[in-house]
């Protein structure tokens, strides 16, 4: 894997424009199986987990292409439900494939997404719902055998508003007869994004957004051109990286209201907010007093996305922050790194609690997953001296060129690619 070297001190200057948020391009993406016309998905980012998403739905004989700004996808000939593991297990988000797949299809092979970095990650409250719709589910290891010839609408109650589960209910319900509703519904604006790409498609669904989504099953649905939400994980971090640095930094096509939870924790503090309907401007010395306490929870609440990188720079805060992690049950594995670098964090259970110091110190440190890495160059990107940050091709899952843009912003920032030694056989059977 590849690493970035930072030399740590300089401050962020400069404008940046966001692009669609990874997060519900990768619905997005699924929603388009639903259709034999063409979907278009405007000013897409170059990541990783977008590519790995679409070589998924060309493996199963649909036509998806990205051309470095806009994706299109024609699922017209997808006829493959099998959905390979190899391919399954690069993202989480291959298991939001399902309820798509089951709609158009009838039938799906899946594989049970492994747990990951950040926690077990089960899919009990996907398949629940899905047989509260009558899918018949068959397990068997980590395989899920799917028959949805007999699926039809139904009421669900989640016990737990999840994200993915609620993406994958309203792709499995869009074509299904009667009725669906989901109550205790995700309320992210990822949600809302995939409500408005189908309806656009023809769809008739209602309250995307609220804790209670309805779903009129429709008999086909049809194509469209759309643009998703800005990556409202990206502008959290992009404004982090200020606080932390400090600097100016204009954040333009960006949604401001999607991160209030963050400007609401930075209220009265040494720094300055200033945004607009797509545009934030953000001030700082790059020295705040300790933030209130901080749960993750549930959008419209403070995300769990943005969690370790408000961990890194709770720890340059004067005083004391209290960082609990609610969502997932093991997201503190950036801890152990930062406190290579100088960090004073005590994890308790679910509670870290980080004492401020002036400045964090150089040193090699390892990204650990996409909002670890992230956190991680933050630090480095304040720190006295040169850090190393390994493993930076976490950061490519979810941060469409993070060095260029830092770089672009006056951060001393190099990436170092690993050289990718050929193994001797292949060089000698070429
Ligand atoms: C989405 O994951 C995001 N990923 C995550 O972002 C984000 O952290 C998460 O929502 C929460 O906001 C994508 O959209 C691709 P959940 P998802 O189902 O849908 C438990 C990033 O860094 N749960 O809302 O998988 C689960 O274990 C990624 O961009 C069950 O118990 O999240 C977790 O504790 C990381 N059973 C909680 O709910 C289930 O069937 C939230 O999970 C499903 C989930």
Redesign the pocket.
Known sequence: MDKYIIHGGNKLKGTVALKAA??SV??LIAASVLTEEDVVLKNCPDLV?IANKLKIINSMGAKALYNGKDIFINAKNASNTDISNTLAKT???SF?LLGPVLARFKRAKVYLPGGCD??????????DALRKLGVRITENKNRIICDASAMKGGDIVFK??????T?NIMMAAVCADGKTTISNA?K?P?VNDLQNLLNMMGAKIEGAGTSLISIEGVRKLHGAIYKPIPDR?AAGTLVIAVLACGGEVTVTNCCPYHIFSLFELLKNNYCSVDYGDDIITIKSDGRLAALPDIFTD??PYF???LQPQITALSALCYGTTRITEK???KRFNHVKELEKMGAQIYVNDKTAIIRGIDEYKGAEVTAR???CGAALVIAALNAKGISIVNDVDYIDR?YENFEETLKGLGADITRVRECRRKSLKKIFDK
């Open positions: 990874k997060n990768l619905a987990d993202l989480r988000s939001v950040i926690g077990a990650r089960p899919v009990d409250i996907h398949l737990y508003p999840s994200v993915g589960a993406q995700a992210e990822e994980i549930p959008y995300p769990t996305d969502v997932f049950e997953d996409l909002r979810g």
